[in-house]
């Protein structure tokens, strides 16, 4: 029987409760599709910081690296706000990130049947939507250098540098290749050519490497039109390629585009190392403890780590399966608009998950 070291970061906010519902979902899957696993938890985010003094202690990142696989709730909270940079849990994340080397960061955007009329959108044009963001996750604005604040006769000066290398390119277009050759063939690099250097090389790169995939339809687009034509029409995309920065604010965009940003998965890899799994969504400090989130983000990047990290696709499409059967009976929590549910508390959305097993 196989057995996988999966590491747990429940992180802060929601993160705790959102977590609960995945390891009983884990065990639950452990007998069904007979595999063992160890699940070590570890301090993540602000919650290290308040018990180990940094936000991603040197232990935990240790335990990732030695895991199969991550799985990571959420990390953040206002509170932590007036920390200096290095001890934000988010510095922490990024890290994580960079500690692992993970430079795809995948973000399907699938819509589920009976959540329909749960998106701010018409349903004539979300119905076909089924896209995947891949965002390069370990370079570009997010920890470009230089960058600071300074002081400039008397004035502040605040300034980021977004900065790729052909190669950090080339490795995110090879991603997006191997992704969409298992789907649509087509494919969109998001940049901004127009006005940045770093996008005219994004762009450049990315062309002369789609020349050896005659097959693969592609196009070019400037993040704005990108931003306009995934609310307009967002059925016309397959996968979308695009640097740290464009691909943060889209797939937050996307994900509305499924009725809630609690609805959406990820995964970030590497190209040997273990993978990290986490929802989309952050940890949402306001409903924290109220035992009112929803689970099923955290419970799709759940099969998203036993899809890709851990080869077990039966226990993955099984979660789906639970998941579209629970909504499909009308079962929601509060985040998803939809006049005719019964709304469920994170628990009780869990459980229900479970019992579809
Ligand atoms: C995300 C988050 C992070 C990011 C934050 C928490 C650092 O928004 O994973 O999309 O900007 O990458
Ligand atoms: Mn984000």
Redesign the pocket.
């Known amino acids: 029987m196989n057995n996988y070291k999966i590491v747990l970061l429940s992180g802060d906010g929601i993160g705790p409760e959102i977590s609960n519902v995945s390891k009983k979902l884990l065990s639950k899957l452990s007998e069904k599709y007979k595999f063992n696993f160890e699940l070590k938890e570890e301090l993540f985010g602000g919650i290290a910081y308040e018990q180990k003094g940094s936000p991603a202690p040197q232990e935990t990142l240790e335990s990732c690296k030695s895991s199969d696989a991550v799985l990571l709730a959420c990390?953040?909270d206002i509170k932590y706000d007036s920390l200096s940079r290095d001890l934000r849990?988010?510095t922490g994340?990024?890290k994580l990130r960079s500690e692992l080397n993970l430079f795809a960061?995948i973000r399907p955007v699938k819509i589920r049947r009976s959540l329909l009329n749960a998106s701010s959108l018409r349903k004539e044009i979300i119905e076909n939507v089924d896209l995947i963001v891949v965002r390069e996750?370990t370079g570009g604005i997010?920890f470009g250098e230089p960058r600071g604040i300074v002081n400039i006769s008397g004035e502040k000066k605040g300034f980021n540098t977004m900065t790729y290398s052909a190669s950090e390119i080339k490795r995110i277009t090879d991603v997006a290749i191997k992704i969409t050759k298992k789907r649509n063939n087509k494919i969109c690099s998001v940049d901004k050519a127009n006005v940045l250097e770093v996008s005219q090389l994004w762009r450049e790169t990315v062309e002369e490497i789609m020349k050896n995939h005659p097959d693969i339809e592609f196009s070019n687009m400037y993040v704005d039109n990108a931003a306009m034509q995934l609310i307009r029409d967002p059925s016309q995309f397959d996968v979308i390629v695009t640097n740290?920065l464009f691909g943060?604010i889209l797939?937050?965009l996307a994900a509305m585009l499924s009725g809630s940003i609690g609805m959406l998965p990820?995964a970030s890899l590497s190209n040997d190392g273990p993978g990290v799994f986490?929802p989309?969504h952050?940890s949402a400090p306001d409903i924290a403890g109220k035992d009112i989130a929803n689970p099923i983000a955290m419970a799709l990047s759940t099969a998203m780590m036993l899809r890709i990290g851990l080869n077990e696709p039966n226990a993955a499409d099984n979660i789906e399966l639970a998941i579209d059967n629970v909504l499909s009976k009308g079962f929601r929590t509060s985040d998803l608009i939809d006049k005719d549910a019964q709304i469920l508390s994170c628990t009780e959305m869990g459980e229900k998950i479970i019992q579809e097993i």
Do not use: W
Request: no cysteine; hydrophobic share 30%.
């Open positions: 990390v953040g849990p988010e994340l990024l960061n996750l997010y740290n943060d797939s937050d990820s986490e989309v952050g």
